[in-house]
């Protein structure tokens, strides 16, 4: 079963005062939607706008998998475990918040950020805070979240290139840049922002039109 959700869907949060913009895929926040809590183990996906000096004051999370692709700009990211980078695009950045962690996302630099994060549920709770990233990850090399049951599939697309979408009880597909048809979805072609949430795929592929970026979720039952 294949069922997609368009960015028009999506629920507008942020602050647009303090440079902030949110785009949630999930129930995220005030945005409370019964049907729309998480698909597989994908809990949340959202969009965030920085403008220049914008960003998340230090927070909390923890018990949640949460991995950030940066589309456009640099994202500073501190941490209470010790941890000071700045991701760009291309990199992939993953912050297991285990039994508990503090951070702050910002934009540091002079241009606007983009970057999509989504937040995975662990299969156990509890545990140390971990953190990782993968500098210009390349379309082959998946990125494994055993703690999730899950593995994240980069595919960077040219016009009328097709790509296989892995066999699995859930994969989550979110389209980033360009547009995709996918093998049985019906209406228009995805594009940015859009999402597709398959469940119990087998033998499907998806086909680029214009050139795409899509991130794609392999999940375990």
Known sequence: ?????????????????????????????RFYDPDNL????????????LAPGAGFDEHPHSHTEIVTWVVEGELTHRDSAGHATVVGPGDVQRLSSAGGVRHVERNDGDRPLVFVQMWLAPLEPGG?????????????TPYALPGAGAMLHVRRLRDGERSAVPDAPYVYVHVVRGGVRIDGAAGPALGPGDSARITDAEGLELTAGPAAEVLLWEMSG
């Open 128 to 140: 140390d805070p971990a953190y990782d990233v993968v500098r210009g990850i390349a379309d082959s």
């Open 38 to 49: 998480r698909f597989g183990a994908v809990l949340a996906c959202n969009e965030e706008r």
């Open 1 to 29: 079963m294949i069922l997609v959700r368009y960015a028009a869907q999506r629920y507008v949060g942020g602050d647009l005062s303090a440079g902030i913009e949110s785009l949630h895929a999930f129930s995220f926040g």
